[in-house]
């Protein structure tokens, strides 16, 4: 079929799965263009009613029939999802050179569905996708993120990516792509923190099947009888870019100033198209194959943002980081577009928001400790500081209620680490998270110290959380990925308490040992009894046993190996154990081991967890059956 790649690609992050499927040229005329795919897609596949987080919904990167071809503009992508900001359909487009390198693939529309378990890019070339992993490149900037991946899979590759903004879903993340002579951003609606909340860091697309036209000549042709009514029609943007557009707006009085109190300002050209244009302009750059070249790189050379080098900010980010703000400096203008750039947020939403907040402030409804910094009209350095704010999610808070029985030194920590659902909607472990609450914040207590019968040299303690608040920088790790962290752990976690097990059972067995030795009954030392000895005997065997199983669930942990079944055998099988061991050593103490001065006795008592805590037997067992 001329025009398309005739394919369309679903990928499911969560398990890896992807499926591949033709369409015919009905359904390619239905639903014209990258946002008709996407669109219908989206229509057919999103359940009604979910949450822009939930994993079931879909990224779709979808291109159209002019993409690859000679006609100006033709390499624009259209990414399109169900977005948090509105829980709407949502198409956001950008140039650059993604969409001719993802036709290159044979995929007219690339599906993103489900949410990996741990940060990955997805991987898309003719045959297929693949997950990398992203864990090192959770955290970074859009720009040092698309280098990275292209040093891996190849500059011929074309890379969109979020940045620390769309990982923490903010609302109004972006994605961005970096290609050698355009930088390009879909950033309407949030659908960075869509693939954020999938942990996906970028797409990747690299192929080399050429898209077909039908008649490329008379294509050609046609495309050149428009070229010089296009060069003429589009003459300013090609020289000015969009900035150009300041000055026309203005004197219509559709610029806003002030949060739209104003919309007029005869100053407003100090932050138009000709000052950027002479005193900043660096050089032009375009999307692939398009002749306007309607991009430019700016350069400062002086003052406060002096050595900045980015991409031009278009209309839209100066309307809403200058006059919105009551900001005229041009120079800021640049230095808040390489922030948000960097941090993967939309300008748009971002300037129109901080306006916001800023009438909020003067008019009294917001507090400068509620916003964090001191800021109001025409302080750029204080707005740039809350772009990084929200993309970090600084200045946010959780409030955490609950209770948690049996916690370990609870009473004594002055730090401790809660779990916390912080996703109501999602199923089971996914939505719970990590955060450090210190023992001074208000509404959090350990009620009681736990009388126990044994361990009594450690505390236990009951917590309780009433409205605590703490800061978005105790989050540990990502937001709803706390239950893989506590599974990582708990590994280890078991191995430690079968080793302190182990031990209490060895020490108890050789007091037992040296008891039996020494005590004499009936004629002579215990140990000449042979159902004594053999049995002391057979529990020795045991513990040995039990030691090298847990060496080896240790060795294959340390390998990097899933052993979750070799542990959870350690633990079902060593927890019983070692209270066999300590009823025998006890039994053959006589009346002496039911005796509090006895260490038996005491060890009797303390090995009484190791079948019950970091998970009971039962539990455990049930975890070796589910692998069987
Ligand atoms: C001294 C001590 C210190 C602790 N320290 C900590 C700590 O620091 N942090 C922390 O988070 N927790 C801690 N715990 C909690 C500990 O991990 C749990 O007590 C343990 O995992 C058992 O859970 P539970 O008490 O909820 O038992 P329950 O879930 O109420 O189970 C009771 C019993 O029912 C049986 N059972 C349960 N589920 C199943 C099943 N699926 N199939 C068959 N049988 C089943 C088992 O025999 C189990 O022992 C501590 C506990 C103690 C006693
Ligand atoms: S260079 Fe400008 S005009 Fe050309 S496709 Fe890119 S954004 Fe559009």
């Known amino acids: 079929m001329f025009g398309y790649g005739g394919r369309i690609l679903t990928v499911d992050v969560t398990s890896g799965d992807q499926r591949v499927e033709e369409f015919d040229a009905g359904f390619a005329r239905a639903y014209l263009g990258g946002n008709g795919f996407a669109a219908k897609l989206c229509y057919d596949r999103i359940p009604p009613g979910i949450d822009a987080f939930d994993p079931r919904n879909l990224v779709v990167f979808g291109t159209g029939p002019i993409t690859d071809s000679v006609i100006p503009g033709n390499n624009r992508n259209c990414v399109a999802g169900k977005s948090p900001l509105n829980d709407l359909f949502f198409d956001s487009t950008f140039g650059g050179r993604f969409a001719g390198t993802q036709r290159h693939t044979g995929f007219d529309a690339i599906v993103i569905t489900g949410a990996a378990a741990e940060p990955v890019y997805v991987l898309v070339d003719e045959q297929g996708a693949r997950l990398q992993p992203a864990r090192d490149l959770w955290g970074k900037p859009t720009l040092q993120t698309a280098r990275a991946i292209l040093d891996r899979e190849g500059w011929e590759s074309d890379v969109v990516s979020i940045g620390p903004a769309g990982e923490r879903r903010a609302r109004i993340a972006a994605l961005a792509h970096y290609w050698k002579n355009r930088e390009a951003f879909g950033a309407r609606g949030g659908l960075a923190a869509v693939l954020g909340s999938k942990n996906v860091k970028a797409v990747v697309v690299r192929g080399g099947q050429k898209a077909q036209f039908a008649r490329p000549d008379d294509l050609k042709a046609l495309v050149n009888e428009t070229r010089e009514a296009l060069k003429k029609g589009t003459y300013n943007l090609h020289v000015y870019g969009t900035p150009n557009l300041v000055k026309g707006i203005n004197a219509i009085g559709g610029l806003g100033f002030f949060n739209n109190r104003l919309e007029h300002s005869p100053d407003a050209e100090q932050v138009g198209g000709e000052r950027y244009k002479l005193e900043f302009h660096k050089k032009d750059t375009t999307c692939n194959k398009c002749p306007v070249a309607c991009g430019k790189t700016f350069e400062v050379k002086a003052g406060e943002y002096a050595g900045t080098v980015w991409k031009m900010p278009e209309y839209e980010t100066i309307y809403a980081f200058g006059p919105m703000l009551g900001n005229l400096d041009p120079a800021s203008l640049i230095k808040a577009e390489e922030l948000c750039d960097q941090l993967g947020l939309d300008t748009i939403s971002m300037g129109v928001t901080i306006a916001f907040v800023l009438e909020c402030l003067e008019r009294g409804f917001l507090t400068e400790r509620e916003v964090g910094v001191p800021v109001g009209w025409g302080n750029h350095q204080a707005v740039h500081r809350l772009v990084e704010m929200t993309a970090r999610r600084d200045g946010e808070e959780y409030v955490l209620n609950g209770t948690k029985m049996f916690i370990t030194n609870g009473s004594i920590a002055d730090l401790v680490f809660i779990a916390a659902r912080t996703d109501s909607t999602a199923k089971g472990s996914r939505g719970i998270s990590i955060f450090a609450v210190e023992k001074d914040t208000p509404g959090f207590k350990a009620s009681r110290a736990l009388e126990k019968m044994g361990w009594h040299s450690s ?158 037997t039962e539990v455990m067992l049930d975890e070796v059956a589910k692998r069987l």
């Open 459 to 616: 505390n236990t303690a009951e917590l309780v959380l009433e409205d605590v608040r703490v800061p978005h920088e105790n989050l540990i790790g990502e937001e709803n990925q706390g239950f893989y962290y506590i599974m990582s752990n708990f590994q280890n976690e078991r191995l430690a308490i079968m080793g302190q097990a182990l031990g209490e059972a060895q020490r108890a067995l050789e007091l037992t040992v040296d008891h039996v030795k020494n005590r004499s009954a009936f004629g002579g030392p215990l140990w000449n009894k042979q159902t004594i000895r053999q049995r002391l005997a057979l529990r020795q065997a045991e513990i040995d046993a039990g030691r090298q199983l847990t060496y080896h669930a240790a060795w294959l942990t340390e390998q990097g190996e899933d052993a979750v079944r070799e542990v959870s055998e350690v633990k079902a099988l060593v927890g019983e154990m070692v209270n066999r061991v300590l009823y025998d050593c006890v039994q053959f103490h006589g009346g002496m081991g039911f005796i509090a001065e006895t260490a038996v006795e005491r060890l009797y008592r303390d090995v009484r967890i190791a079948s019950i805590g970091g998970g009971a």
